[in-house]
């Protein structure tokens, strides 16, 4: 098995600030294997926790941020992980592996879309609420950002979609959105164009509908 | 910088920090996948951030209640709550002149219509919410939509057996909700209708009960975003004339003498 090692670079953190999930880290804690019970995980696979935990978070925004409903999220970002743990070896670091994991999750969103809309399902809107939350009050503002967001989101085609995801909720360069979607720089320019004045036209028609 | 720009880029941070992951999903999920990977060398019991146990619980239940009262705020007069892009909206009044109230057929369903209304399952209950609660005070309204949602879990939890009556009985109240105007209860009920039915046969309806009850409580604008979106993707939904009149869109020229759909329920066999 090819041993898959992360560079620091492409994780975008420091070797110190990357840390085993609690639950990587337990299990490979002497103390906490009894004796036999645990064979020890390839270095592979520990890798693979790393890269888990450093684009957990940016793959589970991304699934939302592609349409993908609440309800389809958890399969999605297991099919997405686990495609990445079985592609590993074959990462060519030609591209950032946030790029790279992207272009899983793009795909992976894609087949998900496609089949909520043959069952005549829908990733529109989730009735989310912010029940649990520390702070609802805050949260209950972040949720209509993301509403209004999304419902704009909806009105993109796939492409220009995909663009502003990766470049205006993740910070993504340029570059680095052209490797994801295997599109010329250029093209990157012009769709975040054409969203980012789609998204003013609707903010602006926002507010001059709620002054009226 | 414009305040246009300025409005672009909290939308953007606000939407972003709404998309995080909980706590608890990172961990949750890595055995799930490990499992599959077989990777049982990485796997131990994921922990959760939180406490666990009573004071938890209650935490979490103090939370809710709270956030609920704030969300009826915002639903409501919402003085003084600037919502940023809801701002000022206020509880859209829903007429059903034009659509009679369901007819509930008592008896179990064993299978739901092919084109005909959602019935309600054994022992359901009369509708939860009446149009006059809508003019009785936030808290009041808080209270009723919360022990309704609840109560409706405990009754769901205790019954036995029969899957898909339990799916329309979550689904008929959420309509009975849209139809009262109570946008809160219809949505905290369809999210219990998605958590318990992730894989439901009434996908189709529920998703058009999650549009129309977001389009009661949605800013205008954002309410016909919401609808034309629902229509292009819908195209063969028989729910686009109820959808047009939630999210205050015009019925195209060719379709306005289109009955199919106007009896404005959530039916099954969509």
């Known amino acids: 098995m090819k041993v898959f090692s992360v560079p620091e ?52 925004r991304s699934l939302r941020a592609l349409g993908l409903s609440t309800a389809s999220l958890d399969d999605a970002v297991q099919d997405v992980f686990i495609v990445v743990h079985r592609q590993l070896g074959g990462f060519d670091h030609r591209a950032s592996l946030r790029s790279w994991v992207f272009a899983i999750a793009y795909n992976v969103a894609s087949n998900y879309r496609r089949r909520e809309h043959r069952k005549g399902g829908l990733a ?52 680095e959105v052209a490797d994801a979607l295997s599109i010329p720089v250029n093209t990157v320019y012009t769709r975040l164009h054409h969203a ?5 036209d609707a903010l602006a028609a926002n507010q001059s509908g709620g002054s009226q | ?36 990977l077989g990777l049982h060398g990485v796997v131990s019991a994921p922990q959760t951030p939180s406490g666990s146990g009573f004071s938890s619980r209650l935490a979490q239940v103090i939370a809710s209640k709270k956030a609920i009262a704030v969300i009826c705020t915002a639903l409501g007069v919402a003085a003084g709550f600037d919502v940023g892009f809801a701002a000022g909206r206020q509880r859209r009044p829903v007429e059903f002149a034009s659509h009679p109230a369901l007819p509930v057929t008592p008896g179990a369903q064993k299978e739901v219509p092919s084109a005909g209304l ?37 009754a769901l939890a205790a019954a036995p057996i029969d899957v898909l009556g339990q799916e329309v009985a979550l689904l008929k109240r959420a309509e009975h909700a849209i139809r009262s105007g109570d946008a809160l209860l219809s949505l905290g ?56 009149q939630l999210c205050g869109l015009a019925a195209p020229a060719g379709l306005k003498n289109n009955k199919i759909g106007e009896k404005g329920s959530v039916s099954a066999g969509d």
């Open chain 1, 124 to 175: 529109l809107l989730d009735p989310e609420m912010p029940s649990n939350h520390p702070d609802p009050e805050s949260q209950l503002h972040r949720a209509q950002a993301w509403a209004f967001l999304s419902q704009f989101l909806d009105t993109l085609d796939d492409a220009k979609r995909a663009v502003f995801v990766l470049t205006q909720l993740e910070g993504l360069s340029a570059t």
């Open chain 2, 1 to 36: 910088m414009t305040d246009l720009e300025q409005l672009e880029l909290r939308l953007l941070q606000d939407a972003r920090s709404y998309l995080e992951p909980e706590s608890t999903d990172e961990a949750r999920l890595f055995p799930q996948i490990a499992a599959k």
């Open chain 2, 189 to 244: 009920l369809l999210r219990e209708l998605a958590r318990r039915f992730p894989n439901g046969k009434l996908l189709a309806e529920r998703n058009a009960a999650f549009v129309m009850a977001n389009c009661l409580q949605l800013e205008p604008a954002a309410a016909r975003v919401a609808g034309e979106a629902y229509l292009r993707q819908a195209t063969n939904s028989v729910y686009h004339e109820r959808v047009r």
């Open chain 1, 196 to 200: 980012r004045n789609a998204l003013r």
């Open chain 1, 9 to 60: 670079t492409d994780l975008s953190v420091s070797s110190q600030a990357i840390r085993l999930p609690n639950f990587v880290e337990a299990a490979h804690t002497p103390a906490a294997r009894p004796a036999g019970s645990v064979t020890p995980a390839p270095t592979s696979d520990v890798s693979f926790a790393v890269i888990y935990r450093a684009h957990f978070a940016f793959v589970w």
């Open chain 2, 118 to 154: 959602v019935q309600s399952p054994p022992g359901a209950t009369a509708p939860l919410v009446e149009a006059a609660s809508l003019t009785r005070s936030k808290s009041a309204l808080l209270r009723k939509s919360q022990t309704a949602i609840d109560s409706e879990g405990s």
